[in-house]
């Protein structure tokens, strides 16, 4: 008999920005790296044979809360990964909401309806992933194996191997992340003992007494975005602006004219809602991009508004946005009277790393990729 325990990878940036990532290589959170180090805890006493993870980043980043502690060799599958959604891919939900309602209801509710334009069928994606979980098993007979891949995947398998037809799949749940599931492996034959099974998130045995909260669903209602629209867009653009301008205590008074004339030399993206645009965000592409920097010279989102994960859909943008372009790390400058918006950039990762000459606090997050879980497939 084959124990495999089958894991989903930690919240990764597309749960968090609220963006399609299929088979995109985003890094973790985080919150997706708490999410590592309670898992880590949780297998400790647990004896493992070998690891798998599809060849994803996300995967391989969360499998290294086996494989590195228990020095096992990574095993690579190019099979357990996501389901591709074709074009879909690295769209926020918002904008699929928008532009294509049906198969986004259909992808939330009934994946057997569900087609998008250069994607898998979910037919295609439970032959893929029942091959290779199966292919494991037998090869590691008589052996405990972990196994990660993706939420969508690991749905989809588990829901077939406890009978559930495709068209059945919305009876079954969808496990959260770094969720474990325990599969046995006898006679040629699947059966579930547990599944989607997050409890080490709870537990302040694994939790080193963090609270890993989890993030609102990457599928709930969220922004599209589209560029700044001058004139027609001024009067909110001047608006969301100033608001947070007088909240963050400057001195200076604020200047709609620069602002604007300003604006000309950045990248400046609307989020926006079905009734309207609601935040700003700019970007400075040119400042110190030699360094592999990627500047955010304006991020804006009025109270009215706020904490209804809005504003890490902006943060989201920026990453999307100068990852493409090769930088490492993400800047911004706050005033130092600015509180509210060191809170909000703390929250999401970045840190202090020193003052201008104006005294103003330069703040840096890392979005680059750790070379070690990057690599080709061997499974």
């Avoid at 037919?123 to 990660?148: S, Y």
């Avoid at 589209?226 to 608006?239: H, N, Q, S, V, Y």
């Avoid at 969301?240 to 000309?264: I, K, N």
């Avoid at 000459?357 to 070379?371: A, F, H, V």
Wanted: aromatic content about 8%; glycine content about 8%.
């Amino acid at each position: 008999m084959t124990k495999l325990y089958l894991i989903r990878h930690a919240e990764a940036e597309g749960n968090l920005y609220r963006i399609a990532q299929g088979q995109y290589n985003s890094i973790l959170t985080d919150l997706g790296q708490q999410q590592v180090r309670a898992l880590e805890r949780r297998f400790a006493d647990i004896h493992i044979d070998a690891v798998y993870a599809s060849d994803l980043y996300r995967t391989c980043a969360t499998a290294a809360a086996i494989y590195i502690p228990k020095k096992l060799p990574l095993h690579r599958c190019r099979d357990l990964r996501e389901i591709c959604v074709g074009v879909w891919e690295q769209k926020t939900w918002g904008e699929i909401a928008r532009t294509d309602p049906e198969q986004m209801e259909n992808f939330s509710h009934r994946l057997h309806l569900w087609h998008a334009e250069g994607a898998e069928t979910p037919a295609q994606v439970r032959d893929r992933v029942l091959h290779a979980v199966e292919k494991i098993a037998a090869e590691n007979d008589g052996r405990t194996v972990a196994v990660f891949s993706h939420g969508c995947a690991i749905r989809i398998l588990l829901a077939t191997v406890q009978g559930y037809s495709l068209e059945q799949l919305g009876q079954t749940p969808t496990g959260s992340n770094t969720a474990v599931s325990l599969l046995e492996w006898e006679d040629g034959k699947l059966h579930v003992v547990y599944r989607d099974d997050a409890s080490h998130l709870e537990d302040p045995r694994f939790t080193g007494g963090a609270v890993l909260k989890k993030h609102p669903n990457a599928l709930e209602p969220g922004l599209w975005f589209r560029p700044l629209a001058l004139p027609e867009d001024e009067a909110f653009f001047t608006g969301c602006v100033q608001s947070v301008w007088q909240e963050s205590g400057r001195q200076e008074p604020f200047d709609a004219r620069r602002l604007l004339s300003g604006a000309a030399g950045h990248t400046t993206l609307v989020g926006c809602l079905p009734e309207g645009p609601v935040g700003v965000v700019q970007l400075d592409t040119a400042r110190d991009a030699e360094a592999g920097i990627g500047y955010i010279s304006l991020l804006c989102l009025p109270q009215a508004v706020r904490q209804r994960g809005f504003g890490v859909q902006l943060l989201g943008q920026a990453v999307a946005h100068y990852r493409p372009l090769g930088r490492q790390r993400l800047r911004t400058v706050l005033e130092s009277s600015d509180e509210t918006g060191r809170a909000f950039f703390i929250r999401y990762g970045f840190t202090s790393v020193g003052k201008t000459p104006e005294g103003q606090e330069i703040l840096e997050k890392d979005i680059g990729y750790r070379p070690e879980f990057l690599g080709n497939t061997e499974a």
